[in-house]
């Protein structure tokens, strides 16, 4: 877990106190709740309140809904009537239930709020309706954005997601210059608003133009279910000749009730306009780019674990000055192109001319210990011969 979701639990947990609040006499009783009372930005959560009396109702219930910061809180359904049993004693009861959907991650507090009601009571054998006003206490909810969602701006929070993608002008042979293609992607949502709907943005290779309509919203709801539907018109222009790939893009939501991230790839549309494959073409090349310096770098790797040029490689560090003279003809004699003309050092080595006279004059030197050539002259000399045998 996060710091940043440890703070906001240690948070949560110091003020839970108040996560619900009731409020009871003989004659009536009300009760507030959030459903669930924590969550995922964006997550549809419900604003339950109950109201009781121990008689009925005698006119419309009003409610002072409080803003909440961070949060849209949308309230169209009507209340649910029923009954309930409270030690033996039976209360006619309103459920209210409003629809919040947070915004941000951390705390979501809901300010207290007033509930108005009238209940039928009956004074000296008479019935009357008396007008009762009471507060509820403020709730919070804990809102997070789940790790796996974690970079993704204005995901979807939705238990069951519809994707449709249907384009128009798609055809087989070759595209032109100016050519335009159609699509129409609807996505439907459930426990979701309308106005959470996230913008479809298409992927759009260069050499393709793409002009977006104004998305269409749509939202149901009832009792029971919830419902939201975006509906994005598109159209592609070809603009110069190519090979293209269009749609391919990957829409991602979060599923509250099975816990888990949902993925959903569109799949593409191969859009032939003439031209070359420069796209195919270049991946060929750094392919064979490739293989090529590794082919290199295997030649250098075996010509390193051949076992004769390791002899005369370990011949170059031997005390006899001599010794690393021949190690040097041994070795362009063993990597020169077969039938090639005897090694001389001079001509293979034009650029040190200095050095090889001195290389030259110690072979007949009477000193067989040291000289000319020295370890490192010697090695200076076998990493040009080598540089010059190495293609």
Not at 73 to 102: C, E, R, S
Not at 188 to 211: H, K, L, Y
Not at 322 to 342: C, I, N, S, T
Request: glycine share 6%; charged share 20%; aromatic share 8%.
């Amino acid at each position: 877990m996060s710091p940043r979701v440890l703070i906001l639990w240690f948070s949560y947990s110091l003020a839970a106190a108040s996560f619900a609040s009731d409020y009871s006499d003989e004659h009536h009783f009300i009760e507030v709740w959030l459903d669930p009372p924590k969550a995922a930005v964006g997550e549809h959560i419900r604003l339950n309140l109950m109201i009781g009396v121990d008689s009925y109702f005698s006119a419309a219930t009003d409610l002072a809904l409080p803003d909440i910061e961070h949060a849209l809180v949308l309230h169209d359904q009507p209340a649910i009537n029923g009954a309930k049993d409270i030690g033996g004693k039976y209360f006619t009861t309103q459920l209210h239930q409003i629809d919040i959907y947070p915004g941000r991650e951390g705390i979501m507090v809901v300010p207290a709020f007033q509930v108005t009601f009238t209940q039928a009571v009956e004074v000296n054998g008479e019935l009357s309706s008396q007008s009762v006003r009471l507060d509820t206490e403020q709730l919070l909810g804990l809102i997070q954005v789940p790790p796996v969602m974690q970079g993704e701006a204005g995901f979807m929070v939705s238990p069951h997601v519809q994707v449709s993608d249907e384009w128009e002008g798609t055809r087989d042979d070759e595209y032109q210059v100016g050519d335009v293609l159609t699509r129409v992607v609807v996505l439907t949502a459930s426990d979701m608003a309308a106005m959470n709907m996230p913008q479809f943005t298409p992927r759009v290779p260069r050499g393709v133009s793409v002009t977006l309509a104004e998305p269409s919203l749509s939202s149901s709801s009832g009792r029971e279910d919830t419902a939201a539907t975006m509906e994005q018109h598109m159209s592609y222009a070809i603009e110069a000749p190519g090979r293209y790939r269009l749609g391919g893009e990957v829409l991602s939501w979060w599923d509250p009730v099975k816990a888990a991230r949902q993925d959903h790839r569109f799949a593409e549309v191969p859009v032939n306009a003439g031209g070359l494959p420069w796209r195919m073409m270049t991946i060929a090349a750094i392919l064979a780019a490739t293989m090529a310096v590794l082919a290199l770098a295997l030649r250098r790797y075996l010509r390193r674990r051949d076992a004769t040029d390791l002899a005369i490689r370990q011949r170059l560090c031997s005390k006899d000055a001599r010794e690393r003279l021949a190690a040097l003809y041994a070795y362009a004699d063993y990597h020169q192109p077969r039938g090639g003309e005897p090694v001389r050092l001079r001509e293979l080595l034009s650029s040190s001319d200095v050095l090889i006279d001195k290389v030259l004059a110690a072979q007949f030197s009477a000193a067989s210990v040291g000289g000319e050539p020295s370890r490192a002259q010697s090695k200076a000399l076998y990493r040009k011969i080598r540089k010059k045998y190495a293609t």
